[in-house]
């Protein structure tokens, strides 16, 4: 079946910058869009980033300019670059698998920024 697992997380100070990876197996890969989500403690959970096949992006106008989302279909794995994180960016980080009939999701990386 679809496995999605995230890594990368962790604490960073205000300033840094992480990198998510997102592992994916069991699914071909490169047919799919995939999107970064995050969900902050008492929020709702927001889409961050999108990378489609053709590898167009898409993000949130609160991470423009900061974050940058990539995929290598060689390695079954959509990357989120993060850079100049603030601490509004701590959150568990998810990955997506977008399909028509049903969406694959990660299990999360915990992104936590100090001030």
């Known amino acids: 079946q679809v496995q999605l697992v995230e890594s990368g997380g962790g604490l960073v100070q205000a300033g840094g910058s992480l990198r998510l990876s997102c592992a994916a197996s069991?699914?071909?890969?490169?047919?799919?869009?995939m999107a970064w989500y995050r969900q902050a403690p008492g929020k709702q959970r927001e889409q961050v980033a999108l990378?489609?096949?053709?590898?167009?992006?898409n993000y949130a106008d609160s991470v423009k300019g900061r974050f940058t989302i990539s995929r290598d279909n060689a390695k079954n794995t959509m990357y989120l670059q993060m850079n100049s994180l603030k601490p509004e960016d701590t959150a568990v980080y998810y990955c997506?698998?977008?399909?028509?009939?049903?969406?694959?999701w990660g299990k999360g990386t915990l992104v936590t920024v100090s001030s």
């Open positions: 069991g699914t071909i890969f490169s047919l799919y869009d």
């Open positions: 997506k698998q977008i399909r028509v009939t049903i969406d694959y």
């Open positions: 990378i489609t096949t053709d590898g167009s992006t």
